[in-house]
């Protein structure tokens, strides 16, 4: 095996469903010379979705998959995203605001090559409003997770957290966007250790 195929980059594509701020910290992370991976591949379940022009100006196939258009069929929806990331090459997968539930079936056909980013310690506050739950609960601190994506929601085995205090006089908001800023260095920093394993 030559050493540039030893050395060549893990294909990434990103989910989002929104603005895509992490997805655009991986994308910078990437294009340093000595990361693990690509991102090479960046699919929304909303056509309105903010992020896809974010990828599109860097350079980053990008496009909707609308769900809306699936009704009530989810896998089909699934099944349509994944056609779509094999036919570009993808190797891992990486969740970024990604506000679907995923199926059994797309889970399983992902299994061990998809990770997904969380606005809490997990396992402390899986599913949603994440600081406001964590306020009401007088936590002192807050903090951010990426884990291995399985069957079950925010439950897969954890490969990095980051830890933000709660300061006086933070509401949800305030704490978001702090946890935020640690999720955008967190994040990258997983994403390469994970994709390091493909190259082993």
């Not at 991986?26 to 010379?33: K, M, T």
């Not at 702090?178 to 999720?183: F, N």
């Amino acid at each position: 095996m030559t050493e540039a195929r030893v050395k060549a980059k893990v294909k990434v594509g990103v989910l989002i469903s929104g603005r895509g701020s992490n997805m655009l910290a991986l994308i910078e992370a990437a294009q340093a010379g000595g990361y693990p991976a690509e991102i090479s591949a960046v699919i929304s379940n909303r056509p309105g979705a903010a992020g896809l022009q974010v990828a599109s100006d860097a350079g980053v196939f990008a496009m909707a998959i609308d769900h809306a258009l699936f009704g009530k069929d989810r896998e089909g929806h699934e099944r349509a995203m994944d056609a779509v990331l094999r036919d570009r090459g993808v190797e891992a997968l990486a969740l970024a605001g990604f506000m679907r539930v995923l199926s059994p079936w797309f889970v399983q056909a992902w299994a061990g090559r998809m990770i997904n980013i969380h606005p809490s310690l997990l396992p402390a506050y899986p599913g949603l409003n994440t600081h406001a739950r964590a306020l009401e609960a007088g936590e002192t601190e807050a903090g951010c997770t990426v884990h291995e994506v399985t069957l079950g929601v925010d439950e897969g085995p954890v490969l990095g957290q980051a830890r933000v205090p709660v300061l006086k006089g933070d509401d949800a908001d305030r704490l978001a966007a702090r946890v935020l800023e640690a999720e955008h260095r967190l994040y990258p920093a997983a994403l390469a250790e994970f994709c390091a394993r493909f190259r082993q």
